[in-house]
């Protein structure tokens, strides 16, 4: 996963550095492998066999094989050579026959205009530094009549609650740049030209010890991921239905997978 060219170094090193300690753990997460999860994002983009796709930031390449048996071909480009092994790794295990598999950044993405009919990005925009390029991108390798299909978790409509929980995310992993709300992306389509999205949405339930289990916090600080997150848990001050369950903490990142149609 990366962000467009010309960010800083420093965030590029944390990303490498995050997704390449990440990548098997990230691979082998069940919530990543969601069967519901996925199908709803493959429903919503609505692909037909003759059709091409792109998946970027692709990690592990769980998206691409989801799309592979109902497309003619799906690509997945990913910045992370790590994530890369994990993907060729999934297809060979699947034995797609029709994937392939691009190193390289989404901030510039190595493709002809007009080059696919669906360009998918799943739970990667929150890294990016320079969304408004990255989507750009996305717009621009898309063919007239393609879909361009972004997923994300997105953060409260409340500006406290939105930074108690991009403050946790940031300690958590700290290749996280913002996790943005659903105005900011139905912004970003309206600034690019692209019709009003359609819809969707869903909750990721995660309990707080198996995430921190996948997660390299800075400075190895998961007792302060866990503090913020038990001291947030009266009146839900991240606006993701944290409860304690238990002896533990639950939460749910909400979800929405946007979909539009280039015109």
């Known amino acids: 996963m990366q962000d467009s060219p010309d960010r800083s170094g420093n965030h590029q090193a944390l990303i490498e550095d995050q997704f390449t300690q990440q ?4 691979a082998n997460a069940p919530a990543l492998h969601n069967a519901a999860a996925l199908e709803s994002l493959v429903l919503a983009a609505a692909p037909k066999i003759p059709e091409t796709c792109l998946d970027v930031a692709c990690g592990p390449g769980t998206v691409v094989a989801a799309f592979s048996s109902h497309v003619q071909h799906a690509t997945g480009l990913d910045a992370t050579h790590a994530m890369l092994v994990q993907a ?3 297809s060979s295990r699947l034995r797609l026959p029709n994937v392939s598999w691009y190193l ?3 901030g510039a993405l190595p493709f002809a205009n007009g080059t696919f009919d669906i360009v998918s990005c799943r739970f990667a925009f929150h890294h990016f530094e320079r969304p408004e390029k990255a989507f750009a991108e996305m717009v621009r390798v898309c063919r007239t009549g393609g879909r361009i299909v972004v997923c994300d978790a997105v953060a409260s409509d409340d500006p406290g609650k939105a930074k108690a929980f991009n403050d946790m995310e940031r ?5 996280t740049v913002e996790f943005r709300t659903l105005a900011f992306f139905t912004d970003l389509f309206r600034k690019y030209a692209m019709p009003l999205p359609t819809s969707s949405f869903y909750q990721m339930p995660v ?4 995430l921190l289990k996948t997660s390299f916090p800075a400075g190895d600080d998961r007792d302060g991921v866990r503090k913020l997150l038990g001291d947030a848990i009266e009146g839900d001050c991240m606006g993701i239905n944290l409860r304690r369950e238990g002896e533990t903490v639950h939460f749910d990142y909400p979800a ?3 979909v539009s149609t280039k015109p």
């Open 23 to 26: 990548a098997e753990l990230f």
């Open 88 to 90: 060729r790794k999934l």
């Open 104 to 106: 390289g950044n989404v």
């Open 171 to 175: 300690l958590r992993d700290p290749s």
């Open 207 to 210: 309990e707080m010890e198996a």
């Open 256 to 258: 929405a997978i946007l």
